[in-house]
């Protein structure tokens, strides 16, 4: 049996980093993945959505022309096949680098196919075994499609990227990340969209107000929304599908995108070989280094369920290199959850929301400021949303952020640097900032913190 010094299995946001540090540092890696080196953000997650996020950005820049007063008597049309193709060169230029990387690294043996444990050691690799002492599991997830779906003909966030035709009516079933970035990407190159949700409103684990104002923008832009889809029963005939909600209304498309979750690769690696200890929801449970019950084995990224992001896998990578190599000081719990929803105008967020602070019983203050009343959004023509920075009363410490409105992704990010800091807000609500930016109003906003009712 062929012995190495690490096995990584998946090739996603962890493994990757982790295969070439592990190698740099001598050792000798194997390095399993079954389907696209970069695993999903580079493949099919976040790349290529933002990739459109851009193409479908231009075509709202023409629509909108007139209003910035731009005379535009043209026509103009998304042309999937060359938006495809841009995404496409994008990825492939950096799968090349990564292959180039694993290929041609002298302590790197990359084997393409699934992975099964045999035991809490050893691997088996298209009939191969392989053993090492230690052993990072990296495999992510995969949508999740419910039975009732499984005959019908449906779109994930895989499938519906290689589409080199514009769908005529849409409908997407789920309105959290992947329904909502989709449909206003699609909404945008020109089909019909029309998104269906369980709950009572799209994107819940946000405050009500994120998810009323996101609504409305989307709303605004003739997406149609369905709530409280309680039970759909899906049907398809002629190159149709239908849906049918609470046995009542019916919805018909010509394309259907599930985005209703995603579930862990785990139960593709036999496990049950193991002792390795899963979640009745199929995450393999970790502690604050990422390790697993069985000594050796770290499972990392999307699989141990503690994250759900590219950074957060990226981030899991840091603290098994710092384990094995470094100081092991780095902890998942020094983690501070941030994240995007790349709609237009994006929502950058940090920390805890309104809901999650005041469940936990803390003294919430807010300092708040609508985009419509920020000189720069304004003059942007861009004036959807607000940005609302949340402070612990007891502590002076910035706890949440939610910067709804255009640059929100980015602004936010400077509110979580000064958590990170562990500082008071008075940091920046003294701080000079640049005009005319959106950013300008953080300071200004804190000046007026208000009690969370
Ligand atoms: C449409 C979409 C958009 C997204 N956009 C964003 C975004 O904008 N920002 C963000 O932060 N996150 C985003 N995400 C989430 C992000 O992509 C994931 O959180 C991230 O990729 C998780 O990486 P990972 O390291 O857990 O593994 P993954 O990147 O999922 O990689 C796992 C790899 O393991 C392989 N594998 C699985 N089982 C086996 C096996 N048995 N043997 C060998 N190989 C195996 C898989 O083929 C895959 O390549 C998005 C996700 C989707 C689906
Ligand atoms: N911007 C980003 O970072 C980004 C973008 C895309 C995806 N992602 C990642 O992808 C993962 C999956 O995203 P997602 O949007 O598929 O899932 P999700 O788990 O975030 O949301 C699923 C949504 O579908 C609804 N739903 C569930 N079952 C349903 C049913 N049977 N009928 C109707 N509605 C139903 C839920 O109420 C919820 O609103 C997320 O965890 C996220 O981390 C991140």
């Known amino acids: ?152 003909p449906h779109l994930t966030n895989q499938s519906i990227l290689e589409l080199t035709e514009l769908p005529k009516h849409l409908v997407i079933v789920g309105g959290s990340y992947i329904g909502l970035e989709f449909g206003q990407i699609f909404k945008r190159f020109g089909s019909e969209v029309t998104i269906i949700e369980r709950g009572d409103c799209i994107i819940k684990r946000e405050d009500q107000e994120v998810s009323d104002s996101i609504h409305t923008f989307l709303k605004e832009e003739g997406i149609n929304f369905v709530f409280n889809a309680k039970k759909i029963t899906p049907s398809y005939q002629d190159d149709e599908v239908t849906l049918t909600i609470n046995d009542t209304t019916t919805v018909k498309g010509s394309h259907l995108l599930l985005a209703i979750g995603r579930v862990p690769n785990t139960d593709t690696l036999q496990l049950e070989n193991t002792t390795i200890q899963t979640s009745s929801r199929g995450f393999i449970e970790v502690d604050d280094y990422c390790r697993t019950n069985v000594e050796g084995v770290f499972a990392m990224g999307d699989c141990n369920g503690k994250g759900a992001f590219t950074h957060t896998a990226y981030n899991d990578f840091q603290i098994v290199e710092d384990y094995i190599f470094g100081s092991k000081s780095r902890k998942v719990s020094d983690r501070i959850m941030t994240y995007g929803l790349f709609v237009d105008p994006p929502l950058g967020r940090c920390g805890m929301t309104k809901t999650e602070a005041k469940e936990k019983g803390i003294n919430v203050l807010e300092g708040r400021r609508e985009m419509s009343r920020i000189a720069r959004a304004k003059e942007k023509g861009e004036t959807h949303g607000f940005m609302s920075i949340l402070v612990d009363g007891d502590t002076q410490k910035i706890i949440g952020a939610c910067v709804l409105g255009t640059g929100g992704d980015e602004i936010v990010t400077s509110v979580l640097n000064v958590m990170y800091a562990g500082k008071t807000y008075d940091l920046i609500k003294d701080s000079v900032v640049l005009h005319p930016t959106v950013s300008e109003l953080i300071p200004t906003s804190l000046e007026k913190l208000k009690p969370v009712e």
Not at 12 to 19: H, I, K, R, S
Not at 47 to 57: D, E, H, L, N
């Open 1 to 152: 049996m062929k012995q190495f010094d690490s096995i990584i299995v998946g090739s996603g946001q962890a493994g990757t980093p982790l295969v070439f540090s592990m190698a740099s540092k001598g050792q000798k890696v194997a390095f399993i993945e079954k389907e696209h080196l970069g695993g999903t953000c580079l493949n099919i997650g976040c790349t290529p959505t933002k990739t459109y996020v851009a193409s479908a950005r231009r075509m709202w820049d023409i629509s909108q022309s007139e209003s910035l007063g731009v005379d535009f008597s043209g026509s103009f049309k998304s042309n999937m096949p060359k938006i495809k193709a841009r995404k496409d060169a994008l990825i492939a230029k950096s799968v090349k680098g990564i292959t180039s990387g694993v290929e041609n690294h002298k302590n790197i043996t990359y084997y393409k196919g699934e992975a099964h444990f045999i035991n809490n050691t050893t691997v088996s690799i298209n009939g191969e075994e392989i053993t090492a002492p230690t052993i990072a599991i990296n495999v992510g997830g995969r949508p999740f499609v419910p039975s009732e779906y499984k005959e019908i």
